[in-house]
């Protein structure tokens, strides 16, 4: 069993803005190296002002790269760190995070598929960027291929926001 610390950090969200926050991970398709979203957990606290306080968890025994998105009503800011020593550092150019702005202009949903790396982990993520929440997709086994997809379906009108790692 080995022996993982635990790493924090917080994050001050203003009344409207709320910051959730992913650890970016190594992961393989097959031969193919790829990288991974997990999301980390977080606990909130208001202060009387209204701002709330967003601190953020995560066990290992490493530096991590983190990647931050901060919701609002008409955007999103998209900042990538390294957690060390429950501090993390953010870097001026999100260079390894593509990302995507995706709604509906008509009554149709939006599908998006991808897959699944061999552990069972995605390179991209989908975010309801009203609520802050992840796009769950459904899974399934493409028999042809033999490989595991994931299919999300998105609500018309409704704004969200796809996260894809990239390797350099």
């Known amino acids: 069993m080995s022996n993982l610390d635990e790493q924090t950090f917080s994050v001050m969200d203003p009344k409207g803005l709320k910051t959730i926050a992913f650890v970016i991970e190594n992961d393989f398709i097959g031969e193919k190296e790829v990288l991974t979203l997990r999301r980390l957990d977080v606990t909130n606290e208001e202060d009387i002002t209204g701002k709330n306080k967003r601190k953020f968890a995560v066990k290992t025994d ?5 990647l931050m998105l901060t919701l609002g009503k008409d955007k999103v800011v998209l900042n990538t760190g390294f957690l060390s020593e429950s501090k993390v550092k953010i870097v001026q150019k999100p260079s390894i995070v593509k990302y995507e702005p995706i709604q509906s202009k008509n009554d149709e949903p939006i599908i998006k598929e991808f897959k699944y790396t061999d552990n ?3 390179p991209i993520a989908i975010i309801d960027v009203e609520t802050g929440d992840e796009v769950v997709p459904t ?3 493409n028999q042809d291929t033999g490989d595991v997809i994931g299919k999300c379906e998105m609500i018309p009108y409704r704004p969200y926001v796809a996260l894809e790692l990239t390797k350099k």
């Open 139 to 141: 899974v399934y086994l």
């Open 120 to 122: 069972f982990k995605r």
């Open 62 to 66: 490493k530096d991590l790269t983190v």
